[in-house]
């Protein structure tokens, strides 16, 4: 069973251009919502992240919409750049209730930013 | 830099034999969680640590095993190794409610 699902799997943007990942989870008790950038050859990094309590979250080009009604949160990159280019992965777990941080993941979106 | 290191950084085995994958994390962090990627997915949650007792298991078999120890450095065991098990293997250390990943160990089963 897939809980968290990506979109789209491939992504080709021009510089400058707007980039738009989305993601859709199923278990509603989910309360934390990372999104990863992964390098060939790296782990993932932490890019941004957002709790339920709030619609929007933005740091510097890069921005998370939520929406919970629909179980929904994207990732938005303004201003895209050729060094964007990498594979995200968005990310949900169960933050409360104790230690257990447990990360499901979508399968990942390959982001091309062309000059 | 995430401080979180690894080793091996990559690996060849054989189908049927043992492994032992290293971790390091910060000092003070104490809870350390283990993830396997497959070529093109997303990390799959394998286990975690917290204090060197397991807290949190995913869907893997009992032939993936694990070590914390009292330093926070960390081990992933998997015996009987399969070919389907060729992927990398992600640590990651948890500071201020954040998971950080280290660069992985590339395993390849032959």
């Known amino acids: 069973q897939q809980q968290v699902k990506q979109s789209p799997q491939s992504l080709i943007v021009q510089k400058g251009g707007i980039s738009i990942i989305n993601c859709a989870y199923e278990n509603t008790a989910f309360d934390y919502f990372p999104w990863y950038q992964q390098f060939p050859g790296k782990g993932p990094a932490l890019l941004i992240a957002?709790?339920?309590?709030?619609s929007e979250k933005k740091e510097g080009r890069f921005t998370i919409s939520f929406n919970k009604s629909a179980k929904q949160f994207s990732l938005h990159i303004m201003d895209s750049q050729p060094g964007d280019s990498a594979t995200y992965f968005c990310?949900?777990?169960?933050?409360?209730?104790?230690?257990?941080?447990?990360?499901?993941f979508g399968k990942g979106t390959l982001l091309t930013v062309n000059p | 830099e995430t401080g979180v290191t690894q080793s091996p950084t990559h690996l060849i085995k054989t189908r049927g034999q043992q492994v032992t994958l290293r971790c390091s994390s910060q000092?003070?962090?104490?809870?350390v969680s283990w993830y396997q990627q497959a070529l093109g997915q997303g990390p799959q949650f394998i286990f975690q640590?917290?204090?060197?007792?397991?807290?949190g298991r995913g869907n893997f078999p009992p032939r993936f095993s694990g070590l914390q120890f009292p330093n926070y450095s960390s081990e992933l065991n998997v015996n009987a190794l399969e070919l389907d098990d060729s992927a990398l293997y992600l640590c990651?250390?948890?500071?201020?409610?954040?998971?950080?990943f280290g660069p992985g160990t590339r395993l390849t089963v032959l």
């Open positions: 990310a949900a777990s169960l933050e409360s209730g104790g230690s257990n941080y447990k990360l499901t």
């Open positions: 990651a250390s948890l500071s201020y409610n954040e998971q950080f």
């Open positions: 000092s003070g962090h104490n809870t």
């Open positions: 957002i709790r339920p309590d709030v």
């Open positions: 640590y917290y204090r060197e007792e397991e807290n």
